[in-house]
């Protein structure tokens, strides 16, 4: 039987907020901190020719790619027909936009959170931990996770 151990995440006199992206099956969980603004998906300059990014959103007086991603973290050329908000993700000075169908914010006092399990890991995911809300279970990332797995499938 494989044991699971707890991340270590202590309790907070403030609870940290989080928010919760859902990505077709998929609910990824970021800080809060992390995701500056929302935006609807009609503030995104759409283009069709670069390969893994669907358009341009436009922030702090610079235009910064936004990507839409499968439940599977692939990259998708069509925007499906739900995913209508545009998270703009922060990574320290740079930004990226996530098209998302759904964003939830949760506090870390809602949810349980682990390790990913050494049998579940790859080298290149984004995903650093999984999260348990209720009886769902959502993946955890970070900008500089995403960043990161972005880079490295351009």
Not at 1 to 28: C, F, H, N, W
Not at 47 to 73: F, M, R, T
Request: hydrophobic share 40%; with cysteine; aromatic share 6%.
């Amino acid at each position: 039987m494989t044991t699971i151990l707890d991340s270590g995440q202590r309790e907070p006199s403030i609870p940290s907020r989080y928010v919760k992206l859902k990505l077709d099956a998929l609910s990824l969980v970021l800080p809060q901190s992390e995701i500056p603004r929302l935006e609807p998906l009609s503030d995104v300059d759409i283009e069709n020719d670069h390969h893994s990014v669907v358009g341009w959103i436009a922030a702090d007086g610079q235009q910064w790619p936004v990507y839409c991603l499968s439940k599977d973290l692939d990259s998708m050329k069509r925007i499906p027909p739900g995913r209508r908000i545009c998270a703009l993700v922060a990574d320290e000075s740079q930004y990226f936009g996530l098209l998302c169908e759904e964003v939830q914010p949760l506090q870390c006092t809602e949810f349980k959170q682990w390790a990913m399990p050494e049998c579940m890991r790859r080298s290149a995911s984004p995903i650093s931990a999984l999260v348990l809300h209720g009886t769902q279970v959502y993946c955890m990332s970070t900008a500089a996770h995403l960043t990161a797995y972005l880079a490295s499938r351009t």
